[in-house]
């Protein structure tokens, strides 16, 4: 398998932190890729450098052959990038629905059709109903869905979900997890980051670990859940303690 | 996608009776000096309803719509004069003006548009300077300070603001069309992403530079041109008066009285303020102009700080909660209420641009010697 997404020796700093320093991580085409790592390792900072939002102070982003390192969010994302925001970052004065369509609208197709995808995917998050308020009115959790709704309505090859599990009750996070396992048969490729462990654990076949600012391990879930740096620096008791569940 | 419930019938018949309400105006009221309120203020209706084309959508704020304006009188001006075009043939180079007024929102736009909120403000306002200052300096050109006189119409005395009343009228009506067509177009939707959140849309594949040139271009043209059909009408242009620095204060205070972003709050503010500064300007008691700017200033405070979201929005909240009388209201209503606080926030936010713009003003008034229009 060939990465579609590789980044090497990324740095950045803001002031005197040091977000990044060194981090290089490779996703392969077709798979679902988990970055993980403690608050403040620097994954968000990684995202917004990979999709244009930061600029980087060293290093490379490659994309599907190209190299898109500083690229603008337009450019990254007509390469076939597109993403999600940790804190959720939706059209506060669009409906519901018009947000879905801002990001359904560089696909040239019938207004019909991606009015239905549209809905189609809104009801699959649940939150059809919601659909002529205006987006502002809806709360953290549903922002969440929307936003995810949203990027998958936009439809780019590669998906980056910052969190998408955050604020999102159980049952649903199981329907988005099936969710992207049924769009990755199809071919799309993911790059999540998530604090929920069940979550990545069941995912992801590959999963990249960061630690203040550069990637420390990575390989598959049975590796990472018994990497002694890892639990040292990450997972601590908590996921020995799941382990016999399993 | 409104969210108003009246049904369309509704709607239809009240559009037909005001159409017809406009037409009638000039057939009713013959009286020259009302006339007169009716041309300039349905050439301030295009003109705030371009405006909103563009700043009410986008977010943007501009205070440089005068020189579309300006540009559009001068244009006529000098190509009248330089081309020697007489009569009712000046009517054949508004595309011209047009085209002027485009050509200088390409040039202006791409590089305003590169910055955002308050230093986009500010650039207008400097933009607008130089246009002022170039109508003054250019003397072979414009005229310098005595300005531009307007090719002679042959029109009888009588009833000569009629037909550039309906000039305006169809100026105004196919600007708020466009408008209309705007809102429920693609390119709307995307100018009001960017408003809303310009990096998150670029990041969703909108071409944002694209979208705001293209708006701004539309708005420019538009501006332009009437501010052409405001010259032949008052028959000058100076430069403080094709290039006021009061215009887009006014237009700005418009929207904002009517209701910012939305196709009816600006026609509406238009209808209000610009009848109501003229009237001003003719009471003796305020003759000076410096009362009635004082005035301006204190209806643009109270609006910012009582209807900051304008007439139309506030006065639909007032009519749901009036038929609700605060019961729990259905989804819809729950849609209205709920969004008031946010969307208020948001509101107050994009008014402080404003706010913070009539602190530009003082030096912009005194630059206009006073009460130029
Ligand atoms: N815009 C910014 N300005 C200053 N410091 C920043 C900025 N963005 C991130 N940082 C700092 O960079 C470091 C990495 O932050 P980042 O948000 O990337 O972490 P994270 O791994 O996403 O954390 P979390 O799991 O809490 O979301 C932190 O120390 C943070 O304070
Ligand atoms: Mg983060």
Not at chain 2, 326 to 343: E, K, L
Not at chain 2, 355 to 372: E, F, L, Q, V
Request: some cysteine.
């Amino acid at each position: 398998m060939t990465a579609v997404l590789r980044t090497e020796g990324i740095k950045k700093a803001y002031g005197g932190v040091q977000a990044l320093n060194g981090a290089g991580i490779s996703v392969d085409e077709g798979t679902i890729a988990g970055l993980i790592g403690p608050n403040g390792s620097g994954k968000t900072t990684l995202f917004n450098v990979i999709t244009g939002y930061d600029r980087a102070d060293e290093g490379q982003v490659h994309f599907a052959g190209q190299v898109i390192t500083n690229a603008a969010p337009d450019k990254v994302f007509a390469a076939g990038l597109g993403r999600t925001f940790q804190l959720t970052r939706i059209f506060p004065r669009l409906t519901v629905l018009e947000n879905m369509l801002v990001a359904a609208q560089h696909k040239r197709q019938q207004r019909h059709t991606v009015r239905q995808r549209a809905m189609d995917l809104l009801e699959f998050v649940g939150i059809d109903r919601h659909a002529g308020l205006l987006a502002g009115s809806l709360s953290y959790g549903q922002r969440k869905l929307l936003e995810l709704a949203y990027v998958l309505v936009a439809d780019p090859a590669v998906i980056l979900l910052d969190e998408p599990a955050g604020g999102v009750n159980p049952t649903l996070i199981n329907l988005i997890a099936d969710r992207i396992r049924e769009l990755n048969s199809q071919g799309k490729t993911f790059l999540i980051v998530e604090h929920n462990m069940e979550f990545v654990m069941g995912l992801c076949s590959t999963i990249t670990v960061l630690e203040s600012g550069a990637a420390v391990v990575s390989g598959p879930p049975e590796m990472i859940r018994s990497d002694k740096r890892v639990l040292d620096a990450y997972l601590g008791a908590d996921l020995e303690e799941e382990e016999p569940d399993e | 996608m409104t969210r108003d419930s009246r049904p369309w019938l509704v709607r239809a018949f009240l559009l037909v009776l005001l159409v017809a309400a406009a037409v009638a105006f000039p057939k009713v009221f013959t009286n020259p000096a009302v006339t007169n309120y009716g041309v300039l203020a349905l050439i301030f209706v295009t003109v705030a309803s371009a405006w909103n084309i563009f700043s009410g959508n986008s977010g943007y704020i501009s205070l440089g719509h005068a020189v579309f304006f300006g540009s559009g009188a001068y244009a006529m001006g000098i190509a009248a004069r330089d081309w020697n075009v007489q009569g009712t043939t000046v009517f054949a180079l508004l595309p011209l003006a047009a085209v002027v007024g485009a050509v200088i929102a390409v040039v202006f736009g791409l590089i305003a548009l590169r910055v955002r909120r308050h230093t986009f403000i500010v650039i207008t306002i400097a933009v607008f300077f130089i246009f002022q200052l170039a109508a003054f300096n250019l003397r072979s050109l414009t005229g310098g300070s005595a300005g531009l006189n307007s090719p002679f119409l042959n029109w009888p005395s009588s009833g000569y603001n009629t037909p550039f009343y309906y000039i305006a009228l169809a100026f105004a009506g196919a600007t708020i069309a466009i408008a209309v067509a705007v809102r429920r177009s693609r390119f709307g939707l995307q100018l009001r992403a960017i408003r809303d959140d310009e990096d998150r849309a670029r990041g969703l594949g909108v071409r944002a530079m694209r979208v705001k040139l293209t708006a701004f271009v539309l708005s420019g043209a538009i501006t332009a041109m009437i501010g052409s059909i405001w010259f032949y009408y008052i028959n000058q242009v100076e430069p403080q008066t094709g290039f006021d620095p009061l215009f887009d204060l006014l237009v700005v205070l418009m929207a904002f009285l009517g209701g910012y972003g939305s196709i009816t709050g600006p026609v509406l503010g238009a209808l209000i303020i610009e009848p109501g500064t003229l009237w001003l300007n003719t009471q003796p008691q305020f003759s000076g102009g410096y009362l009635s700017e004082i005035l301006l200033g204190a209806v643009f405070l109270v609006i910012v700080l009582f209807v900051p979201r304008g007439i139309v929005p506030t006065g639909g909240e007032w009519i749901t909660r009036l038929r609700t009388r605060g019961r729990p209201a259905v989804v819809p209503v729950a849609a209205g209420a709920a969004t008031a606080g946010s969307a208020g926030g948001a509101a107050a936010a994009s008014a402080a641009s404003p706010a913070g713009a009539t602190a530009d003003a003082p030096p912009a008034s005194r630059a206009s010697k006073g009460g130029a229009r």
